[in-house]
């Protein structure tokens, strides 16, 4: 009845059969595109990391000084915020670690503290921009930036935490 309508398919076996055998005749095939595409994929990775290094090394660093009379009010906060989060768009296609705008806080050597932030270098005209009322921007060069890392000799570092 209805077979005589409907030829009668394969059944799981035969079909595995088949692949099995297709797959066998064109295993150098296989193989090589499988090859191409991790060689492809690896010099991607690789390419975007270097890039990533490259961004971070060109950072650019900006200081803020306020005046005395800084009282900055929640509009300026907000507005100092959105500007921030707009040098990731200003950055363009820049990888996600290099991308991020920070800020930075130092001692000053007349016991003031010293804020800053700092950014992918393309974003450079954003962060320039003063994010709050009475208060100026500056750029930082790198001798003027703040001291590395701080050792302290005799001391033992504290334990890590288990991750």
Same mark, same amino acid.
């Given at each position: 009845?209805?077979?005589? $309508?409907?030829?009668?398919?394969?059944?799981? +076996?035969?079909?595995?059969?088949?692949?099995?055998?297709?797959?066998?005749?064109?295993?150098?095939?296989? *193989?090589?595109?499988?090859?191409?595409?991790?060689?492809?994929? @690896?010099?991607?990775?690789?390419?975007?990391?270097?890039?990533? *290094?490259?961004?971070?090394?060109? /950072?650019?660093?900006?200081?803020?000084?306020?005046?005395?009379?800084?009282?900055?009010?929640?509009?300026? *906060?907000?507005?100092?915020?959105?500007?921030?989060?707009?040098?990731?768009? @200003?950055?363009?296609? *820049?990888?996600? /670690? @290099? &991308?991020? &705008?920070?800020?930075?806080?130092?001692?000053?050597?007349?016991?003031?503290? +010293?804020?800053?932030? =700092?950014?992918?270098?393309?974003?450079?005209?954003? !962060?320039?921009?003063?994010?709050?009322?009475?208060?100026?921007?500056?750029?930082?060069?790198?001798?003027?930036?703040?001291?590395?890392? $701080? /050792? !302290? =000799?005799?001391?033992?570092?504290?334990?890590?935490?288990?991750?």
């Amino acid at each position: 009845m209805i077979e005589d $309508v409907v030829p009668h398919g394969l059944d799981y +076996g035969e079909g595995f059969h088949i692949v099995v055998n297709t797959m066998a005749r064109h295993a150098g095939w296989l *193989v090589s595109a499988l090859a191409i595409g991790l060689i492809g994929w @690896a010099c991607s990775a690789l390419w975007w990391r270097h890039r990533a *290094v490259r961004e971070l090394a060109r /950072r650019q660093r900006f200081a803020l000084v306020p005046a005395v009379t800084f009282d900055p009010q929640l509009e300026d *906060v907000s507005q100092a915020a959105a500007r921030l989060s707009q040098s990731r768009v @200003a950055a363009g296609a *820049v990888p996600r /670690r @290099a &991308a991020a &705008a920070r800020i930075w806080v130092t001692s000053e050597q007349d016991r003031r503290l +010293g804020y800053g932030w =700092e950014g992918p270098e393309r974003a450079a005209s954003v !962060l320039s921009l003063p994010g709050y009322r009475q208060v100026e921007v500056f750029a930082v060069t790198a001798e003027q930036g703040p001291a590395g890392r $701080v /050792r !302290l =000799e005799g001391v033992e570092p504290l334990p890590q935490a288990d991750r």
